[in-house]
T-cell receptor
Framework: ETGVTQTPRHLVMGMTNKKSLKCEQHLGHNAMYWYKQSAKKPLELMFVYNFKEQTENNSVPSRFSPECPNSSHLFLHLHTLQPEDSALYLC???????????FGSGTRLTVV | SQQGEEDPQALSIQEGENATMNCSYKTSINNLQWYRQNSGRGLVHLILIRSNEREKHSGRLRVTLDTSKKSSSLLITASRAADTASYFCATGMYTGTASKLTFGTGTRLQVTL
């Protein structure tokens, strides 16, 4: 247990479904991140939140919609996904520019 | 956009040997970090080296940073089977609002008995 909890661990969804990924941290970190990890590709930064304000959206398609209600919780709402969106989605948090990130265990998403 | 590239992509060694992984990057950085990932799990932070540092140690890990060559290396000494994992370098930049990490493609390390 790293201190960053992601649920669910696995998710299978159809292209017309709507689902949400949840991330929670109680480390007192002010910044939270969503990354996508696909096979044979580097981790891709999707969204950055700092003190619950979105500071970066890395040209992510609108079918991915983030929500950060407070500094401890981060959601990724999914709708009308494509099979190529199947990947491991990782949440991370950090507290300072010169400290490492703490990652959750990820959600393995399969779009069918 | 991809910042770090690790070399080699895969490395297989025997237990007790040293493992060296290299990372090259393209732009200026605040720090460079190394992470480890066991199969299909989250990443674990190993070590961070600031842009004004040249070498750092943590247990069996030794990291070097050469900002003039835009490169870093991670040395794992006296490797163990439990070190089998993928290792990623990531370049850190503070954008004024949050720290942003950009990852490389990783080195897959296999340590055999």
């Amino acid at each position: 247990e790293t201190g960053v909890t992601q649920t669910p661990r696995h998710l299978v969804m159809g292209m017309t479904n709507k689902k949400s990924l949840k991330c929670e941290q109680h480390l007192g970190h002010n910044a939270m991140y969503w990354y996508k990890q696909s096979a044979k590709k580097p981790l891709e930064l999707m969204f950055v939140y700092n003190f619950k304000e979105q500071t970066e959206n890395n040209s992510v398609p609108s079918r991915f919609s983030p929500e950060c209600p407070n500094s401890s919780h981060l959601f990724l709402h999914l709708h009308t996904l494509q099979p190529e969106d199947s990947a491991l989605y990782l949440c991370a948090s950090s507290s300072d520019s010169n400290y490492g990130y703490t990652f959750g265990s990820g959600t393995r998403l399969t779009v069918v | 956009s991809q910042q770090g590239e690790e070399d080699p992509q895969a490395l297989s060694i025997q237990e007790g040997e040293n493992a060296t992984m290299n990372c090259s990057y393209k732009t200026s950085i605040n720090n460079l970090q190394w992470y480890r990932q066991n199969s299909g799990r989250g990443l674990v932070h190993l070590i961070l080296i600031r842009s004004n540092e040249r070498e750092k140690h943590s247990g069996r890990l030794r990291v070097t940073l050469d900002t003039s060559k835009k490169s870093s290396s991670l040395l794992i000494t006296a490797s163990r089977a439990a070190d089998t994992a993928s290792y990623f370098c990531a370049t850190g930049m503070y954008t004024g609002t949050a720290s942003k990490l950009t990852f490389g493609t990783g080195t897959r390390l296999q340590v055999t008995l």
